[in-house]
Structure formats: C-alpha cells, structure tokens
C-alpha cells in the first residue's frame, strides 16, 4: 500500500519546502500499528518502526536531511532546533527552525498537528496541540516565539491545521470543556458545542479561531484532512482505538537544494 500525504495545496509555489501530513496507509507495521506508525514508545517492534521512517522519508523526498521530533508531553513549551545532527529535541509539544535540512515532525493520533512556515525568512515550526495544548496556548505562543525571536509578524505566517478529530466524534466531559470556555471565551462559541447536555469540542476550529486573534490572517489558515476518528482505514486515532495505536507524522522543513 502506498503511503499517503496530504499537502496544502497553498504551498506548492514555495520553492524548497517539504511538508505533508502522513496518514497511516503503507509502512510496515501490524495489528494495532498497522502499518505507518512512526512513534517508537506505543509498543510496536523498533526495527519496523524505524524501516517505516526510512519510507516515509523517501516519500516525501527527504534525502540527507534529518527528521526531528520530541517527547511529547501535552505541554506548551516551544523549543529552537538548531542542531543538524539530533533526532530528538527532548521534552517538548512544538518545535521552530531557522537551519534549512531540519525537517520537524510531530506525532498525532487525534490530538491537532500544527504546521507553520515564514515563507520569506525561511523558518517552519511545528506543534502538537490536544485539549491541554490547546488550553496552555501553545499555538500562540509558537505565534509570539516567530515575532520576539525571529521578528516575523503574524501577518507572515502561515499556518495549517491537519488530521484530528472533529467534534463529530470528539465528545468531552465537563473538565475539558470548562476550562477551554473559561480561558478561550468568546472564542469557543463555534467550537465548544453543546448538545442535549453533551459537550463536543472542534479542536482544529478553536486553534484556528486563537491563531485568527492572534493576528494570522484567516486566508493563510490552512484546514487539510478529515477526522481522524472517522477515517478509520486512513489515520490512526487514540480516541476510536481506546489507546493501542500508532502514531502518523506531520512534517515541515526547508530544503538547502
Ligand atoms: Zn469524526
């Protein structure tokens, strides 16, 4: 089976970029991992998960460069990559580079993969944004990050949300939907919805919705993929499997040739 990426079609003319959103078709991998998972601490064999890597990289046309995740620990803390030679940028939920060859992933399986690029400056960030995510607001502190660190403006940025689970199948109790409303206010009226007395939370709306507020315009938000509880052949989903999953891949970096 071929392995699937879904790309923002917006991105194409940027000359040098490499990204996708992986799902969980092709790879190698059985039963519950079946068969592209890339995460190494969800039980699967190793050996298998790093043969997946090496496909998924040549997929997308990653030849010399490196492949950067973390340990996600559902987090706000954003870090800086600058080190050509790392495979892992320690405990962390989001990811930014300036050095070109770096290609920054991150591990879903519901939660929302966030891609960011500064087209003009050449820098791409990634972020693992849950609920916790989501309330910690790392979305926009990986927004603050691009303008106090680098100097670009939100009106510069880029930004696309991937696969993850909708408020179709995204049901919440009380203790996540509180607090979102608490924090977020007005800006959960579309995405924290409430249905004879049960809470369904749009994730990918929400962030999307705090990105608008934090200053990127809403013509470079980028919504690609469908919900991951839904497309059961197509992407892993923590949530519909009850835990025993595996783990797709979102990726951004720039390319040096
Ligand atoms: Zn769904």
């Known amino acids: 089976m071929e392995i699937s990426r879904i ?28 068969g592209l998972n890339v995460a190494y601490r969800v039980g ?4 298998v998960v790093s043969q997946n890597i090496c496909d998924m990289k040549l997929a997308v046309g990653i030849h010399d460069g ?3 995740t973390m ?13 050509k030679t790392l495979k892992e940028a320690g405990e962390a939920d989001g990811m930014i580079t300036s050095e070109p060859d770096i290609y920054l992933g991150v591990l879903t399986a519901d939660c929302v993969p966030i891609l960011f690029v500064a087209p003009s400056q050449k820098l791409v960030a990634a972020v693992h944004a849950g609920w916790r995510g989501t309330l910690a607001g790392i979305a926009v502190k990986t927004v603050r990050i691009f303008n106090n660190q680098y100097g670009v403006e939100p009106s510069d940025l880029e930004v696309a949300l991937g696969p993850s689970i909708g408020p179709c199948c995204y049901e919440v109790k009380d203790d996540v939907a509180a607090p979102l409303m608490k924090k977020w206010g007005k800006l959960t009226t579309p995405s924290v919805l409430v249905k004879q007395g049960k809470s369904f939370v749009n994730l990918r709306r929400l962030n999307r919705d705090i990105l608008r507020a934090a200053g990127v315009p809403g013509k470079q938000l980028f919504q690609v993929g469908p919900c991951t509880s839904c497309a059961t052949e197509d992407f892993f989903s923590y949530r519909r499997e009850r835990a025993e999953t595996g783990r797709q891949i979102s990726l951004i970096g720039w390319s040096s040739v």
């Open 66 to 68: 490196r492949v950067v």
């Open 44 to 47: 699967d064999d190793p050996k």
């Open 71 to 83: 340990r996600q620990v559902h987090g706000d803390h954003v870090v800086e990559v600058q080190d």
């Open 7 to 34: 790309k923002v079609p917006q991105w194409e003319n940027h000359v040098g970029l490499l990204h996708g959103f992986m799902g969980r078709r092709g790879g190698k991998s059985i039963g519950p991992y079946a």
